[in-house]
């Protein structure tokens, strides 16, 4: 195994606070910084992220909203250029049943977080958005334009975080730049980092499951709008979801510098649409044996989905994805057999 990714560019000299740099993608975030030659800090309180991500890295653990630690962090790394703000709670179904959880969590804590930046001095920050603020629509496919509509709480609280940097921006020498995730999928190829759940609750997670219980896996969902009845996603890579952040950071104020506002939003996927039964069908041609399925009922906050139009990432940030779905699917498998030995922790250990 080798340090880093080959080919993988370099830019030494910065330094970088990743808030949830302990979970899946702040910690694939955080690698694919060091191979870049940018310092990682991490800040996480590990209510989902893993302690064993944060080896060799410096780690402050606590609450973006601790407004003591975050002074503390800037105190000991007064040379931090920018933040990528990846702390927040994620599923969906979960914002449904407990909205409170997730606005006190996604949204009350960044408001105090910025303002501890501000505090700080630090005016650059990478927020870690997402496609479910979209409106779905019949097309199938978005872009930054598209109109805003999410239809769970999860993605409200991200919409609403959006508002909130805009208006800060608007309002001070402060400027964002929103990551709008589509769906990661994958580990680093290197199996340094990876899903840190043992049942992660998205689909390939799920289909990952299904394979290692022996189970049917359950398609929720089969009567939506797409041209198979189930739900499309644009599933990227997590590395090269991670490379895109890397993008933004080492091009942060030459982007900002072409534009109008301090506040700009760039999506991050493929390009490309998957239903659910497409990606049934690429983790079959990576094993080689089919994924038994049943139909089963949508969850609450599910919608059809979509998949994003590259046009701007491509141009503002120079990036494009290297991995493919089945690259994505491949990597899952590999990390899914190493992940205990990886986290020294049993299967069924959060």
Not at 64 to 87: N, Q, S
Not at 130 to 143: H, K, L
Not at 182 to 198: V, Y
Request: charged share 25%; hydrophobic share 40%.
């Amino acid at each position: 195994m080798t340090d880093s990714v080959p080919g993988a560019p370099t830019h030494g000299g910065l330094k970088v606070l990743i808030t949830g740099g302990a979970g899946y993608i702040g910690s694939t975030i955080a690698t694919a910084c060091l191979d870049s030659g940018i310092t990682p800090v991490i800040l996480d309180n590990l209510s989902t992220g893993r302690r064993e991500f944060t080896t060799g890295r410096a780690f402050f653990e606590g609450d973006v909203a601790d407004g003591t630690l975050v002074d503390r962090v800037f105190a000991e790394h007064p040379d931090i250029f920018a933040v990528v703000h990846c702390a927040a709670l994620t599923v969906v179904p979960d914002s449904v049943a407990q909205p409170l959880r997730y606005y006190r969590e996604n949204l009350a804590k960044t408001v105090d977080f910025v303002d501890h930046l501000l505090r700080n001095g630090c005016r650059r920050l990478i927020f870690s958005s997402t496609a479910a603020i979209y409106q779905p629509g019949p097309e199938f496919t978005v872009d930054e334009d598209s109109p805003i509509g999410p239809v769970s709480p999860y993605g409200r609280t991200k919409a609403m975080v959006e508002s909130v940097l805009a208006d800060v921006c608007a309002a001070e020498d402060f400027a964002v730049i929103s990551l709008r995730y589509f769906n990661p999928i994958g580990a680093d190829p290197l199996m340094r980092t990876g899903l840190q759940l043992p049942r992660p609750t998205h689909a390939l997670g799920k289909m990952i499951e299904a394979v290692e219980t022996g189970e049917p896996f359950r398609i929720t969902g089969t009567d939506f709008e797409s041209h198979d009845g189930t739900g499309i996603r644009d599933y990227i890579h997590v590395w090269d979801l991670a490379r895109a952040h890397v993008a933004a950071l080492v091009q942060f104020d030459e982007v900002l510098a072409g534009e109008p506002e301090s506040h700009l939003a760039v999506n991050i996927g493929t390009g490309r649409g998957t239903t659910v039964r497409e990606l049934v069908d690429a983790l079959d041609a990576v094993r080689g044996v089919p994924l038994p399925t049943v139909a089963a009922p949508r969850r609450a906050g599910d919608v059809v989905g979509a998949h994003t139009r590259v046009d701007r990432a491509r141009k503002l940030l120079d990036f494009s994805c290297e991995y493919t779905v089945e690259d994505g699917v491949r990597h899952a498998l590999e990390w899914a057999a190493v992940r205990a030995e990886r986290l020294d922790a049993p299967a069924d250990r959060g």
